[in-house]
């Protein structure tokens, strides 16, 4: 039974870490987030794949010793251009490069709605149906709920250990009562 709590205790401290974090995490994100507005429509662009390219990124699926022995790791991505000549390219994550090759061999083409963002100079290629009002309140209501749950995990938390403190007080004062 000892055991049992003091694993309990162990996962609880570890979820309330990353609860913390996460939660940090989508402050900084919600805070960094340009609004609707910041977004220039300009429309929707048919995109065809050209060429798998990989690229070395940052390890993060690793534990700590196999972390340090490879720091990056190799991800593969399908790289589409617009087929119209403006000059858009569109990048989507695959799983393998014989994935990747396959999606280039078929050629099939993806349309993709381009919003520029004029005060970075740069610009996001989204699904054809959104706006940029509803990308924007797409990605505000995702850090909001995750927000919100590590909120709730950290107030649960806080209640069980002031319920666990509240009822040994009680045993404690009880037993110097009698």
């Not at 570890?14 to 900084?28: K, P, T």
Request: aromatic share 10%; glycine share 6%.
């Amino acid at each position: 039974m000892a055991k049992l709590k003091s694993i309990v205790f162990v996962a609880g401290v570890m979820l309330l870490i990353l609860a913390a974090v996460v939660g940090y995490l989508s402050i900084e994100e919600l805070s960094a987030m340009l609004p609707a507005d910041s977004y220039e429509d300009r429309g929707v662009y048919t995109f065809i794949p050209c060429e798998v390219a990989s690229e070395q990124v940052k390890n993060t699926n690793a534990d700590s010793r196999d972390r340090r022995m490879h720091p990056t790791e190799t991800v593969y991505t399908v790289c589409y251009r617009d087929i119209g000549g403006s000059g858009y390219r569109w990048k989507e994550r695959t799983i393998t490069a014989e994935m990747g090759q396959a999606a280039v061999d078929a050629g099939t083409a993806v349309k993709r709605r381009v919003l520029s963002i004029p005060d970075r100079g740069t610009y996001i290629t989204v699904e054809p149906d959104q706006t940029a009002e509803s990308y924007a309140a797409g990605l505000r209501q995702t850090y909001i709920v995750t927000l919100s749950l590590s909120a709730v995990y950290v107030l649960l938390y806080a209640t069980a250990w002031y319920l666990i403190w509240h009822n040994d007080r009680k045993k404690k004062v009880g037993t110097t009562r009698e």
